[in-house]
């Protein structure tokens, strides 16, 4: 597609439940990525990967967190047993290769409020 | 720990005045490069430093990248209300590591 598609746009859910966030990156970027964005602050990694392996999860804050991408194409962000602290934009990006200088382009984000 | 340190953390100004945000870092990065995010909308790529001393202009906008190339700025020169928004800074080496961000204000 012309650019990065995030969905859903905004989840609510329950503490103690499971989420599946979705990016659909621009065809042909390689490189994909997750950061986590909390009201106000900059964005913090999560995961990067270079077509479907993942050569840098660091960034993941718990085993509560998961994160696959099928091929160079979509990627699901799973949270499981989700608790407030993990109330935040999510926010999906992609780049033509790894390190690219030609920047990241990112989606809208997906905006999860846990209660 | 906090690669790149932004400030100042908000700013705001007057339509028609000059604004500078600053962004150091404590490693040496490949390039470093500015993205302004507006509410409710994911980061926008303005531009991309990669040479140390390089200056870069976008129309009103001016870019400096330091000679050690662990240092930049952003200089808006005749800031207009557009302007607001969430400037962040980030370094490149194969991913992408942000500071927390300025966030501009500007008055009309």
């Known amino acids: 597609g012309a650019g990065v598609s995030q969905s859903p746009s905004n989840k609510v859910t329950e503490k103690g439940k499971d989420v599946e966030l979705r990016c659909d990156p621009i065809?042909?970027?390689?490189?994909l990525y997750w950061y986590r964005q909390r009201l106000g602050q900059g964005l913090e990694f999560l995961i990067y990967?270079?077509?479907?392996?993942?050569?840098?999860k660091s960034g993941l804050p718990s085993d509560r967190f998961s994160a696959e991408r099928t091929g160079e194409s979509v990627s699901t962000l799973t949270i499981q047993r989700t608790q407030q602290e993990d109330s935040a934009v999510y926010l999906c990006?992609?780049?033509?290769?790894?390190?690219?200088?030609?920047?990241?382009?990112f989606g809208s984000g997906t905006r999860l409020t846990v209660v | 720990t906090q690669l790149l340190e932004q400030s100042p953390q908000f700013l705001s100004i007057q339509e028609g005045e000059n604004l500078t945000v600053y962004c150091n870092s404590s490693?040496?990065?490949?390039?470093l490069q500015w993205y302004r995010q507006e509410p409710g909308e994911g980061p926008v790529l303005l531009v991309t430093?990669?040479?140390?001393?390089e200056v870069k202009k976008l129309k009103r906008l001016t870019f400096q990248f330091g000679d050690a190339r662990k240092d930049s700025s952003l200089h808006i020169t005749a800031a207009q209300p557009g302007d607001t928004g969430l400037y962040l800074c980030?370094?490149?080496?194969?991913?992408?590591?942000f500071g927390a961000g300025t966030t501009v204000t500007v008055r009309a």
């Open positions: 065809s042909g970027h390689t490189a």
């Open positions: 490693s040496v990065f490949s390039s």
């Open positions: 980030a370094g490149l080496d194969y991913k992408l590591s």
């Open positions: 990006a992609s780049s033509l290769y790894g390190g690219s200088d030609y920047g990241y382009t």
């Open positions: 430093v990669v040479t140390g001393g």
């Open positions: 990967f270079q077509g479907n392996s993942a050569p840098d």
